[in-house]
Nanobody, 125 residues
């Protein structure tokens, strides 16, 4: 399974950005998808997480501004996509954003955790 993230960049305060992350391969099922972020000197924090069994959880700081969505495209190569729509961005949203997908893969449906390579979001004041 390969994980590829896109989006990010520089935006002014109040602007919007959309992050996308696609996992492709022999995916049996998707358990959890989410977005995390990290700034220098701080631990990685959860921004938005969706669980097939538990619904969606947003960090308090992004509630009402960020929205997570997910889609699974079936086929010979299954593609699992998770997006993060970020509106009304603030300078404090500046961070490296990482996508995460917990997938069951392969013929035996083993469970694995996958992380994207990280994409920088910079919000100027």
């Amino acid at each position: 399974v390969q994980l590829q993230a896109s989006g990010g960049g520089l935006v002014k305060s109040g602007g919007s950005l959309r992050l996308s992350c696609a996992a492709s391969g022999n995916i049996f099922s998707v358990n959890v998808v989410g977005w995390y972020r990290q700034t220098p000197g701080k631990e990685r924090e959860s921004v938005a997480v969706f669980s097939s069994g538990g619904g969606t959880l947003y960090a308090d700081s992004v509630k009402g501004r960020f929205s997570i969505s997910t889609d699974v495209a079936p086929g010979d190569v299954v593609v699992s996509t998770v997006n993060l729509q970020m509106n009304s961005l603030l300078p404090e949203d500046t961070a490296v954003y990482y996508c995460y997908q917990q997938l069951r893969v392969g013929d035996k449906a083993w469970q694995y955790d996958y992380w994207g390579q990280g994409t920088l979001v910079t919000v100027s004041s």
